[in-house]
């Protein structure tokens, strides 16, 4: 019997990381079990290779989506193709709904379930977009612990399977091995820089950082910038610090990550553009400050649609702000400095931070025990149809005669 196939469409860095994992967790189940589709490194290590480069779907806002229209039509037209020859026995589809929902909606005639990983933040803007979702999902796959009841509520199957942060490692890290590395004292303050996953993102983050930094720089002699960055922009962000008046270290390997992260837990602090990147300082235990910036027209129209008080997930848990955020003209280098400046400075204001982060990571756990990859391993083989369930049943049997 042929093996089942998965079938993963990840739009950007974050989704790559979170497919990787669940093919992991699949074949836990079954070793066999096939996959294809678009991803970046981290899919391609478990022996996906993409259909096309992801990179060219990561884009945000409508500014930077317009020049592109037309190849995502295109990309989409192919993935489209792609699915109906190989008819998969499920699609996960991994965020970047701008694309996967598109796709969702052309390859739902085809019967095959469809699950959404990483639920559409409708709580926080255009809630309007639910009845879509419903018409093109199975099943939705939530990283916070509140979205279930909202989907439900619709009439749209939900699972809260858990933050996939919380079994990224980046508490794991070893600070002495990080400064050993890279030749960093002891006292040396470790300053963790994130500008985003997007080229975007990078271009427009990037220069405020750099003068903030500038600014920072003379009352924090030995502070040490560190960058994680993937591959994806790698190149950009190596550009975008060349002139930088502190010479930043630029980490692309995720455990050199991790160790940057340990160094930056003693005594230093993190600047990080909204989204996951604040959860992974918070479980990692790092204060922070977060910081974000769009195209004014984009800004504008988001104003109108937001419902949320806060852009960083970590207020939106704890309910109130435990992580400063600067945002749109509040994003300004003087801001950002001095708010770095209190955090590396001020024993107290970082305290208050990780107290904040404890509260936030207690609701982040899958109610299962199950670290989050597995829960989410769990409910698309079980929605991914008796193809999926019968090989796996004969690979049990096929073990049991074996061993017997």
Same mark, same amino acid.
């Given at each position: 019997?042929?093996?089942?196939?998965?079938?993963i469409?990840?739009?950007?860095?974050?989704?790559d990381?979170?497919?990787?994992r669940?093919?992991?967790?699949?074949r836990?189940?079954d070793?066999?079990?096939?996959?294809a589709?678009?991803g970046?490194?981290?899919?391609? *290590?478990?022996?996906?290779?993409?259909?096309?480069?992801?990179?060219?779907?990561s884009?945000m806002?409508?500014?930077?989506?317009?020049p592109n229209?037309?190849r995502?039509?295109?990309?989409?037209?192919e993935?489209t193709a792609?699915?109906?020859?190989?008819?998969?026995?499920?699609?996960?589809?991994?965020?970047?709904?701008g694309?996967t929902?598109?796709?969702?909606?052309?390859?739902r005639?085809?019967?095959?379930?469809?699950?959404?990983?990483?639920?559409?933040?409708?709580?926080?803007w255009r809630?309007?977009?639910?009845?879509?979702?419903?018409a093109?999902?199975?099943r939705?796959?939530?990283?916070?612990?509140? *979205?279930?009841?909202?989907f439900?509520?619709?009439?749209?199957?939900?699972?809260?399977?858990?933050?996939?942060?919380?079994?990224?490692g980046?508490?794991?890290?070893?600070?002495?091995r990080?400064?050993?590395?890279?030749?960093?004292?002891?006292?040396?303050p470790?300053?963790?820089?994130?500008p985003g996953?997007?080229?975007?993102e990078?271009?427009?983050?990037?220069?405020i950082?750099?003068?903030?930094?500038r600014?920072?720089?003379?009352?924090?002699?030995?502070m040490?910038?560190?960058?994680?960055?993937?591959?994806v922009?790698?190149?950009?962000?190596?550009?975008?610090?060349?002139?930088?008046?502190?010479?930043?270290?630029?980490?692309?390997?995720?455990?050199?990550?991790?160790?940057?992260?340990?160094a930056?837990? *003693?005594?230093?602090?993190?600047?990080?553009?909204?989204?996951t990147?604040?959860?992974e300082?918070a479980?990692?235990?790092?204060?922070?400050?977060?910081?974000?910036r769009?195209?004014?027209?984009?800004a504008?129209?988001?104003?109108?649609?937001?419902?949320?008080?806060?852009a960083s997930?970590?207020?939106?848990?704890?309910e109130?702000?435990?992580?400063p955020?600067?945002?749109?003209?509040?994003?300004?280098? *003087?801001?950002?400095?001095?708010?770095?400046?209190?955090?590396?400075?001020?024993?107290?204001?970082?305290?208050?931070?990780r107290?904040?982060f404890a509260e936030?990571?207690?609701?982040?756990?899958?109610?299962?025990?199950?670290?989050?990859?597995?829960?989410?391993?769990?409910?698309v083989?079980?929605?991914?149809?008796?193809?999926?369930?019968?090989h796996?049943?004969?690979?049990?049997?096929r073990?049991?005669?074996?061993?017997?």
């Amino acid at each position: 019997m042929t093996a089942p196939l998965i079938y993963i469409v990840a739009g950007e860095a974050s989704g790559d990381v979170l497919g990787a994992r669940l093919v992991a967790a699949l074949r836990a189940h079954d070793p066999a079990i096939q996959v294809a589709g678009i991803g970046g490194d981290r899919l391609a *290590e478990q022996g996906m290779p993409s259909l096309f480069p992801m990179r060219e779907l990561s884009l945000m806002g409508l500014i930077e989506v317009l020049p592109n229209i037309r190849r995502l039509a295109r990309r989409l037209n192919e993935t489209t193709a792609d699915i109906t020859t190989r008819r998969p026995a499920a699609i996960v589809t991994i965020d970047s709904p701008g694309f996967t929902l598109r796709l969702a909606e052309r390859v739902r005639p085809l019967g095959i379930p469809i699950i959404h990983y990483v639920a559409p933040q409708i709580w926080a803007w255009r809630p309007g977009r639910i009845a879509k979702i419903k018409a093109r999902v199975d099943r939705i796959l939530c990283l916070l612990p509140f *979205e279930p009841v909202i989907f439900e509520a619709a009439g749209i199957p939900a699972d809260f399977v858990g933050h996939p942060v919380l079994e990224s490692g980046v508490d794991a890290g070893d600070a002495a091995r990080f400064r050993t590395a890279h030749a960093i004292p002891p006292g040396a303050p470790v300053l963790i820089v994130m500008p985003g996953s997007r080229r975007m993102e990078v271009q427009r983050l990037l220069p405020i950082f750099g003068a903030a930094l500038r600014l920072l720089a003379p009352r924090h002699p030995g502070m040490v910038p560190v960058l994680p960055v993937s591959a994806v922009v790698a190149d950009a962000v190596r550009a975008g610090t060349a002139g930088w008046p502190v010479r930043p270290i630029l980490v692309t390997d995720l455990a050199e990550k991790h160790d940057a992260f340990a160094a930056a837990a *003693e005594g230093g602090a993190g600047l990080i553009k909204s989204g996951t990147s604040s959860v992974e300082m918070a479980v990692a235990g790092i204060p922070h400050l977060v910081a974000y910036r769009v195209n004014p027209i984009t800004a504008a129209i988001v104003r109108r649609l937001v419902r949320v008080p806060f852009a960083s997930l970590v207020n939106l848990l704890a309910e109130r702000q435990v992580v400063p955020e600067y945002l749109q003209e509040a994003a300004t280098p *003087e801001a950002l400095a001095e708010g770095l400046h209190g955090l590396l400075a001020d024993g107290a204001s970082a305290a208050a931070q990780r107290a904040g982060f404890a509260e936030v990571l207690a609701k982040l756990r899958p109610d299962t025990g199950s670290l989050p990859s597995a829960a989410a391993a769990d409910v698309v083989l079980r929605h991914a149809g008796d193809v999926v369930l019968r090989h796996a049943g004969d690979a049990v049997l096929r073990q049991v005669k074996l061993s017997g």
